[in-house]
Nanobody
Framework: QLQLVESGGGLVQSGGSLRLSCAASGFTLDYYAVGWFRQAPGKGREGVSCISSSGGSTNYADSVKGRFTISRDNAKNTVFLQMNSLKPEDTAIYYC????????????????????WGKGTLVTVSS
């Protein structure tokens, strides 16, 4: 089965850290750019961060710059999102998605057509 599976979400206090993982199964991520998106209750989907297939290019939303770091390990077929200094406004369901493109700035805009989406992992930051 071709799918992306997110993990690592949970409940954390403001100022804390979490590391999300996005693992691909049934296909290789080597040729795919991968993005992290989030959707807070009552809000639209937001592009958080994207990374090119090689890992050489990354893109971040202004709201997470300096706090979040995206990375990938193609040998493990996994992309990570390290989230530090978490704030209550980071509370959301976080999704990863993959597309065979390296125009990651465009990819990080909600509405870009992705080949694969995960089902999401919930991140809750308490104040």
């Amino acid at each position: 089965q071709l799918q992306l599976v997110e993990s690592g979400g949970g409940l954390v206090q403001s100022g804390g850290s979490l590391r999300l993982s996005c693992a691909a199964s049934g296909f290789t991520l080597d040729y795919y750019a991968v993005g992290w998106f989030r959707q807070a209750p009552g809000k639209g989907r937001e592009g958080v961060s994207c990374i090119s297939s090689s890992g050489g290019s990354t893109n971040y939303a202004d709201s997470v710059k300096g706090r979040f770091t995206i990375s990938r390990d193609n040998a493990k077929n996994t992309v990570f999102l390290q989230m530090n200094s978490l704030k209550p406004e980071d509370t959301a369901i976080y999704y990863c998605a993959a597309a065979p493109t390296d125009t990651i700035q465009a990819m990080c805009v909600p509405g870009y057509v992705m080949d694969y989406w995960g089902k999401g992992t919930l991140v809750t930051v308490s104040s």
